[in-house]
């Protein structure tokens, strides 16, 4: 079809922009021309524009179910409900990397419109070294996953999509996580850029924290929405697996966060420089391996959508050329940028800073051992196995306690250097602290030192962050972030303690019980949906105080490709999530019930909610002198 | 000293590039790497001399103790999370009513409650269950994943290998091979 086309000559020619891009700003260069011709701009415009199209087509191939389209007919049917024919624009392979290059073309353009008032050298290495990627991924898409691939002959059908990415969190999960994922992109070209054209300093930091803040706040908003999905769509209830594709979105999600924290230090007292840049190559190095992990079927999961090691191998190697680039620029100048940071460990702003860093950088280290140690072990020893939850669990849990601790103290540090005073409202904080972890572990049952030494942590963290509005300069950013950490952490650690569940095998009509509230398995229907039948239990819950709540689990078989999923019911209160979910039996009138208590479940995703809250408050204040 | 910071950052910078490099090719292994897996099975003879748990009383006993007086075994990697493994039973049950194969079975990485619901749910085929908590027997046996079935005979030798769910027809070649 004539779409098509379009589509894949829109992309050929975005590459050919960028090759001329690419030598058109090494020319300027050159020339020293003290403003960047507006050929380059439109250029980098036209660039923009022509993935666009060719995005724009591929997403008219779906909505229109053109089905000469290889990409269309493997991952789309006639019957899908137009929503879903739209994202599954992304919900494949080819799809996907065509966001990636949209999101990558679109970052530099942004950040050519957010940085004109900055030297032109540096905006035309930072264009320069990010047409390197953009070539790189071009090249990656048009060779090995052409999204535009023709069928011949024309099939009538297509293949359907995976049931289990028809949910609506799942079809807005990629876009808004790519934003984050991708944007990583321009922090690394404008780090190497800065670095280059000796422009590592406070006016740099102050450009750049932007993207750092939007990268940050996707990530954080993409990460969620994966979480949440799988927390009703999986139909275990639990809301993070520790699973190696969960790992690589939080590992840039780690190493951002440490770098917003050093990109402030940067900008306020031009310090770890060095470190800044490290963390940004960290940053974009870590979002490619996670591309690679994920793309390149190295590790099973819902988002390895094709098994082609020519992919891999592809993706590896450029990884490895963008890390050896880096390396190699860091290297040359390392010494005409850094010079000697000296006398910063006094008591200060900063060292609490540089402190948490490390902490950070010890937890992405454990998810990244934790994550590719199999892998390692495969390939050396030829053996199998899966790191799982206990793994993290010892080697996070203890250290989270010195780094809240940390958290807590830092913000009211002063820069350079802080003199202590003890004040008796610093002794309230740290009392009522006592009295809610105490409270807390006695309410939960855990009478153990480790727990209640956590829950002093994470209360104290949050009872200061709280304490901090009572200050004259507020800065809201920080004190939305740190207290949804802490909220976030306190939810989890309660969820994880008193989540309570039973499994049985009952029939219509009969019923079950957990702590005092009576399940009651009253019907079954079956209702007919456009691309699914549904099979739908009716539960009726009766509490302690004898109030009744309806849950109504369903079994939904879908038709294109043919597959049963569980969708579970979930009553949400402030306290606690009641969850539902049935499967059944084969050739019995058993149905297999699983019924949970997730207490404060809604907290984790309004705590992750403030702390994408935090950042929208750093990206929106102007120019106001507060720190972090 | 600037000699001694310079030889510091050369050596820095070689281990970092050694690190990267090694990284490339354990990647490019591990992407090559599903095409050429072999079990770690030597001559097809299984490794029985390590201890293993029972399911029900949880007492350990040696493998190979468990191997004896039978002419055929078949071992079962199964487990109650796994959704295959529920089709599989039927072939289990008629494996175990209609031939003189010892049925062991490998409960893999699973809670105990939930298997032994799980047999009561789907029948349990099984003479002898053991627990691999780890996963690390089926490491051993060099399984894939579950459910996984290997025949063998009194020999420890592996007479067949079936990677995922029984069928009809390997229950037809089943039965044919231990006919004779």
Redesign the interface.
Known sequence: MIISQLGYYSLIFGLLTSIFIFFNSSIQLKKNNPIISDKITGLIGFQFFFVFISFISLIYSFIISDFSNETVYNNSHTTKPLFYKITGTWGNHEGSLLLWLLVLSGVLLGFIFKSRNEPTNYRLLTTLLHQIIVIGFFVFVLKTSNPFNEIFPVQQEGLGLNPILQDPALGIHPPILYLGYVGTSIIFSAALASMISNYLNKSWAKNIKFWILFSWIFLTGGILLGSVWAYYELGWGGFWFWDPVENVSLMPWLSLTALLHCIVTLEKRELFKKWTIVLCIITFTLSMVGT?LVR???LNSVHTFA?D?SR??YI?TFL?VL??LS?VIF?IYENKNFTQESGIFTLSKETAILINNWFILYFLSVVLIGTIYP??L???L?????VGPPFYNKLILPFLIPFVLFMSIGPSMKWIKTNFKIKAKSFLVIIFTLILSFFTVYFVGEKNIFILLLFIGFFYLLLKSLDQLREKTKNFAQIFSHTGFSLLLISILLNSFSSKEI?K?IQVGESFTLKNEKIIFKKIAIEKEKNYESIVGFFEILDDKNRIINLQPEIRIYNEPETATSEASIKTTLFKDRFITINI??DQN?F?VRYQHKPFMIWIWISTLIIMLGGMFAIFRKNKEVNI | MQFLEKIK?SIF?LI??IL?IIS?F?????????KIYTP?ITDNQIFTDFKVQFLIDEKQVNFNKVLTGKNFYLINIWSSWCEPC??ESKYLLELKNNTPIMMIGINYKDKKK?AL?FLK?YGDPFEKIFVDKQ?LIS?NFGAYGVPETFLINNDNKVLKKYIGPLNDEDVYEIKKITKN
């Open positions: 690679f390149s079927g190295i098994n090691p891999g191998i590896l490895l890390v050896l390396f290297m892998i390692f495969d390939v050396i030829d053996e199998q196995i899966s499994i095998n039996i084969k058993f297999n | 950052k910078s970092i590039l990267l490339f354990v990647f490019k292994f591990a992407l090559q790497k599903e770690k529920k089709d939930n619901n749910l996963g490491i």
